[in-house]
């Protein structure tokens, strides 16, 4: 039996909801989630925007982990939720280092 521990994927996202590459993000999000990797997903600037998205809620709802920069919520007049784990880039620089790799979609 292969006794080996799951891969941790850190994904980047700093684009809006409706741009293509954010759902490419979701889409990586959910492969390795289903893979049973550990997924580390950090919103920043404009993603802030859909930390309440039923689609990345429900990603999180199957083990996503998910933080969103408080600056980039504070500047957009958005109140911090329950939905994520607010923070600065102190978290993303975190999420960066205890990650095997790291994908960024802009």
């Known amino acids: 039996m292969d006794q080996r521990s799951p891969k941790k994927l850190g994904i980047l996202l700093s684009i809006g909801a409706d741009h293509p590459n954010f759902n490419h993000g979701l889409q990586l999000a959910a492969a390795a989630l289903n893979a049973q990797n550990e997924v580390y997903l950090y919103c920043l600037d404009e993603a802030v925007c859909a930390v309440s ?3 990345l809620q429900t ?3 199957h083990g996503l982990r998910l933080f ?3 600056f980039a919520s504070k500047q957009r007049g958005l109140p911090e939720t ?3 784990i ?3 880039l102190t978290m ?3 999420v960066m280092a205890s990650t095997d790799r790291l994908v960024s979609f802009n």
């Open 82 to 84: 329950e939905n994520a």
């Open 92 to 94: 993303l620089s975190d």
């Open 59 to 61: 990603l999180k709802g």
């Open 53 to 55: 998205d039923e689609r």
């Open 68 to 70: 969103a920069c408080s």
């Open 86 to 88: 607010y923070g600065g």
